[in-house]
């Protein structure tokens, strides 16, 4: 199991984080690419990828939700961080394999709408500039994240673009749209990344996955938070995926080792994992 979106840098794991590593590595679990939120998360997230180099990836990014104030200075430190950190010549400890969390938040505030689609497109043409994928949240805002991606598929004419034409490299991250939704980001080239919510009591995720083949999914925890019933509530870790998996191999009549072969190999493909 490769977990595509894991917040391992987080306060939640300051007491036994490498203790936590450990037992997820016995657990099973192949890679773990740990997403950034802001500034702040870069040198976290670093520390963590050199001292479980191979099994842990670093992502930087700026979050919708650390869009403030300061967001102009952030996405500058961001930027610098992403091309320190970027190229073949690096060690694999220090290479990011993607850019993310980044794209549209709501929930919480509207005050930064406009703050938040100047750097969620920038963060994209940086992408497709660098040839990397993107981890992208959206929540309580589908229709403009939809339409930004769209936009920013359209407007790429930059000569040193070596994305494939017409799609966007990356996973629309804790996915819980329609299935009209999942088509849209499907045509666009995105995976969609699945974790505990699939497993939720009143979730109707499963029967708007009817379409979606297996071969564009990711598995995810989004640990700390989200663990799978029946630990809902509790902190979540990787190998709790494996609930996640079972129910993924019901819905696609297959074995929870294929659910497995499958959205590894898709992980890998994406963020070129080693
Ligand atoms: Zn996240």
Avoid at 184 to 197: A, F, H, N
Avoid at 235 to 250: H, S, T, W
Wanted: charged share 25%.
């Amino acid at each position: 199991m490769i977990d595509s979106h894991c917040h391992i840098d987080e306060e939640a794991f300051n007491a036994d984080r490498d203790e936590m590593l450990q037992r997820q590595k016995d657990g099973g679990i192949e890679a773990i690419v740990i997403p950034g939120v802001n500034k702040h998360s870069i040198n976290a997230i670093l520390d963590v990828c050199r001292r479980w180099r191979g099994f842990c990836f670093p992502v930087f990014g700026l979050h919708p939700q650390d869009v403030a104030d300061d967001w102009q200075e952030q996405l500058e430190l961001i930027h610098r961080a992403i091309l320190e950190h970027t190229g073949s010549d690096l060690d694999v400890s220090e290479r990011i394999v993607a850019i993310g969390e980044i794209g549209l938040d709501y929930h919480y505030t509207r005050d930064f709408d406009a703050a938040q689609h100047e750097v969620f497109s920038t963060q994209l043409r940086w992408a497709s500039e660098l040839d990397l994928p993107v981890i992208i949240h959206s929540r309580d805002a589908t229709a403009d994240c939809l339409a930004i991606v769209k936009e920013h598929i359209a407007s790429r004419t930059m000569a040193n673009d070596k994305y494939p034409k017409g799609k966007c490299q990356g996973v629309i991250h804790c996915f819980s749209g329609s299935a009209e939704v999942a088509q849209q980001w499907l045509d666009m080239g995105l995976y969609l990344g699945i974790g505990g919510v699939l497993t939720f009591k009143n979730s109707r995720l499963a029967e708007h996955l009817s379409n979606v083949p297996l071969e564009r999914l990711l598995l995810e925890t989004d640990a700390p938070y989200l663990a799978p019933t029946p630990h809902r509530g509790e902190r979540n870790e990787p190998i709790l995926m494996r609930y996640v998996v079972m129910k993924l191999a019901e819905i696609y009549n297959c074995t929870p080792a294929e659910v497995i072969e499958v959205t590894s190999a898709n992980s890998r493909k994406l963020f070129r994992l080693p």
